[in-house]
Structure formats: structure tokens, C-alpha cells
């Protein structure tokens, strides 16, 4: 007689088990391939796990991590930014700008020399105008927030252009050197820069009001609507504070890099939307989080620096890079898939 009741548990777990699993595919996928790149690079490059080498990754992933907090809370709303590269760009070039640099430099900055805390308002300036004008044509135009941060990243891009004119500008003001290139004792400024972004940002989306609109604008737009929740005004803050992380993250990068020039952080925009995705948030808005941005930040970085410790070939380096991806977005999508339809059946 016990026989019926056992079978009917044990289909009872099965379906438990296989409905957590559906329900947390896009957060323990991420996790695994982590774990696996650890194992495998641990494996096959004794050089890899070094506490050298796990500090140079952290240090890797910092400026990236600074624009994928900003660009989580886009991804968050459903929404998208392709100009927090050039954004980041612009304001490390402007911040140059405003600062004096060698006689060597041949930009038409003489005119504009700030003091050092007066740059840095000035490029922080830079950064927010072009999130507010990124904010202005997706909720009062009514631009898809793809094509209007399209057009930024263009806009921003000819910026540069102009004020360096083909030159490359190596002065930051000396705080921004700090953050940028210096520790405090074994630990890179940049690296607790980035905690502390991420940190911020946790506790934004998880703990505040406008965290928890940010949620219900990504995952039902309509019913926050109907909810009072302002949706042009959450669009336009995440676009705002997207814009400002990426300056952020410029600013600090030309100091990491020791220098301010054209294009210097094209490659920048894949590796922040890829470490979103890949971490597990949704790119259809209302999942994921910041954690889900830190394991994404680490595959990438993991990955990125475990290809060179196994000296592959750079071209195969990019290939797996968009492999990876294209992995991560497959999930992204069927993940999505089940939510609809589990949504549906309810």
C-alpha cells in the first residue's frame, strides 16, 4: 500500500526539483561556467592560481565593473545603452582636457585649464549632460533607447574628435591619478572603487523605493503604470546614472591607462553588456541584480585572463568571447521562454 505514496513523493520532488531548476537556470547557469573556467584553467595553467594573478583580474575587471553597475539598471528597465563606452571615453578626454598637460601635447586646451577638483566637476558634468539628453529622447521624444544611444555614441565619439584632433593627452588631475594607478597598501584604489560601486548599487536596487520601481517598470510596464509608479521618470534616472558610472569609469581609466586618446574604450561597450547578460540578468528587464553582475564580471574575467595564461591564439581569445555570449544570450531567451509560459499556465 505504501508503494503508490512513495512513487507519488518521489514524482512530487522530481517536479520540484525540476521547477527550481527552470526558475533558477539564468542565476546557477552563470555560476557553473565560472566554476568550470576556474577548474579548467586551474588545471591547465599552474601560473593561474596565484593570489598575483586573482589581484590582476580584480584589477582587469574594475573600469568594465563600474560601467556594468551603471548599465545594470538599464538592462533592468528593459531598456539599453550602446554609448556608455564612448560616454566613459568623452569624459576621460574632457577631463584631460581641462587639465594642463606637457608642451609636447599639441590639443587647444590653453584657453580652458581648470584646477584639478574643477576638471573633475567639469567631466563629471560632461558625462551627466549627455545621460540627461540620453534621458530626453527616449522619454520625452519617445527614441527607442537602442537607436537614441546609438546616435550618443556617435555624438560622443565626434566630441573626442574634436578636442583632441588626433593627439593623445596624458595629464589627469593628481586624484584621479590616485584612484586610478595607485594602492593602498596591496589593494588598487580601483578595486575598492569598484566595491564600492557594486556595494552602491546593491543597495540601491535592493533595499530602496526606487529600486523596487526599477523592478516593476523592467518586468511589467504597464502595471507599474497603473500602479502611479512615474516611468519616464525611472527611465531617465537609470539613464542618468548609467551615463555618470561610465564616466565615472573613464576618468579613472585614462589615469589606469596613462592616457586620454580617440576611441580608447571601443572594446569597453561588448564587455559591459556581456558581463550583464552572462551574470544572468534579464535582457528583457525586471531579473537579475548586481550580483548577478559580479559573476559576470568574473566569467569574463576568469576568462579573459585564463586565455592568456594558456597562451591561445588572440583571434581564437575573440571567438570564444562571442561563443560565450552567444551561449549566455541562448540562455537569456529561454529563460525568458519559461517564465512566459509558466506566467501563461498560472
Known sequence: MSVPVQDGQRSAVRQGLGALLRNQMRNIAPFVTLLLLLGFFSAASPSFVTMDNVANILVQISVTGIIAVGLTFVILCGEIDL??????????????????????????????????????????????????????????????????????????????????????????????????????????????????????????????????????????????????????MILAAVMVICAVCSGVAGMVGVAHFGSAQQNEFTGYLLDAIAAVVVGGTSLFGGRGSIGNTIVGLCVLGVLNNGLDHVEIDSFLKILIRGIILLVALIINVYAQRLKDETATAG
Request: hydrophobic share 55%.
Open 83 to 232: 554609448s556608455v563606452a564612448s560616454v566613459a571615453n568623452v569624459t576621460g578626454v574632457a577631463l584631460a582636457f581641462f587639465t594642463a598637460q606637457e608642451s609636447y601635447v599639441n590639443i587647444a586646451n590653453t584657453a580652458f585649464i581648470m584646477p584639478g577638483a574643477i576638471a573633475i566637476l567639469l567631466a563629471l558634468a560632461v558625462c551627466t549632460l549627455l545621460g540627461l539628453i540620453n534621458a530626453f529622447g527616449l522619454t520625452k521624444i519617445g527614441i527607442p533607447s537602442f537607436i537614441m544611444t546609438l546616435a550618443m555614441m556617435q555624438i560622443a565619439d565626434g566630441i573626442c574628435a574634436m578636442l583632441l584632433r588626433g593627439q593623445i593627452a596624458y595629464a589627469v588631475p593628481p586624484l584621479v591619478t590616485t584612484i586610478g594607478a595607485n594602492s593602498i597598501g596591496s589593494v588598487p584604489w580601483l578595486v575598492i572603487l569598484l566595491g564600492a560601486f557594486l556595494l552602491v548599487g546593491h543597495v540601491v536596487l535592493t533595499y530602496t523605493r526606487f529600486g523596487r520601481y526599477i523592478y516593476m517598470v523592467g518586468g511589467n510596464r504597464e502595471a507599474a503604470e497603473y500602479s502611479g509608479i512615474n516611468i519616464k
